[in-house]
């Protein structure tokens, strides 16, 4: 503000010179209420202080100085939305004047800006719950995918379509157009034994004789009973070529022709096969701890040789001897 009498610089906020008094006049409007009138400085000297008050020329409104604040007490408009939002509220004159721009308080601030930052961190949380699902759907999606390859795999292995080499030599002499699918070592060779368990007990009255001490009279009956259970044969390796389904074991060798099979159950860990003139179920276990890798699409996958994946292995190469 520059004085009209003495041209000294003042605040812009000065109503009188504050080098020679004179009122200084400002065509710009500073009632922040309004932001149309001017405000008038009124001083009322107490015996302990002096008390400034800011009146508006055109909307009334009143503004108290207390402590370097100014509050607003009284308009004539009281739907005025700065009156309705602001009053009796002691701000600094930076920030009324931000108000008369357009602008806010500095509680009101804070008040945004923490809103602000919850609503960051709400978004954060959102964007980070929809990248843990999205991820989670992706691995589903891979899952499924690996699912189908391995279904069609095992499909395509059952049908002939695909024939297995072993990267492994045969560790037994293969015939003429034998071809080695799968060299299986540390193969457990079960099959059922029958084991035999006698029941009994004494019968007839017992007598007691003394503390602790009695007597039972009668005979003893007596009865055998039989079941099946699963005994380990041997241990060796398990060999599947085009033809045949070989164990080698340390103490004994089975050598299954691939068209004497009628059928096969497949397990988690091996399978249990039934051939012609065999009446007991030969199992081979421990087969899942070898892998079988395979492509498709440029996607490589590794499988353990499971039951499921050993059986159509030995279906498919029955397929393809006609």
């Not at 610089?9 to 500073?30: S, V």
């Not at 370097?68 to 939305?81: A, R, W």
């Not at 015939?175 to 029958?194: D, G, Q, Y």
Request: glycine share 8%; proline share 3%.
């Amino acid at each position: 503000m520059i004085c009209p009498k003495c041209n000294t610089e003042n605040p812009d906020y000065a109503i009188f010179c504050q080098e020679c008094g004179e009122k200084i006049e400002d065509e710009t409007p500073d009632c922040p209420a309004c932001n149309t009138g001017h405000l008038t400085e009124n001083i009322r000297k107490g015996t302990f202080n002096t008390h400034y008050t800011y009146q508006c020329n055109y909307c009334g409104a009143v503004f108290e100085e207390k402590s370097g604040k100014y509050k607003l007490t009284s308009i004539q408009d009281l739907d005025n939305p700065i009156w309705q939002k602001y009053r009796n509220k002691p701000l600094t004159y930076e920030e009324w004047a931000r108000i008369a721009n357009g602008g806010i308080s500095n509680e009101e601030q804070r008040r945004m800006d923490r809103e602000e930052k919850k609503q960051e961190i709400v978004e954060e949380k959102k964007l980070k719950i929809q990248e843990k699902e999205r991820i989670k759907k992706q691995q589903q999606e891979l899952v499924a995918e690996k699912e189908r390859d391995i279904n069609q795999f095992i499909n395509n292995l059952a049908s002939g379509r695909v024939k297995l080499t072993s990267s492994t030599s045969s560790p037994m002499i293969l015939k003429k157009n034998e071809v080695c699918n799968l060299v299986l070592p540390n193969i457990s060779f079960l099959e059922a034994r029958s084991v035999r368990q006698t029941l009994g007990g004494y019968g007839g009255p017992s007598f007691r004789v003394a503390k602790g001490v009695s007597f039972r009279l009668g005979g003893v009956s007596a009865r055998s009973v039989s079941h099946d259970e699963l005994k380990k044969i041997d241990q060796g390796t398990l060999v599947l070529t085009s033809k045949r389904l070989t164990f080698l074991g340390s103490m004994r060798t089975v050598n299954i022709d691939l068209r004497k099979i009628v059928a096969i159950e497949p397990y988690k860990d091996g399978i249990g096969s039934q051939r012609e003139n065999k009446q007991k179920t030969e199992y081979f276990t421990g087969t899942d701890k070898t892998t079988l890798t395979f492509s498709n699409d440029n996607r490589r996958i590794s499988i353990p040789v499971n039951g499921a994946v050993l059986k159509a292995a030995i279906v498919g190469n029955i397929a393809n001897l006609g």
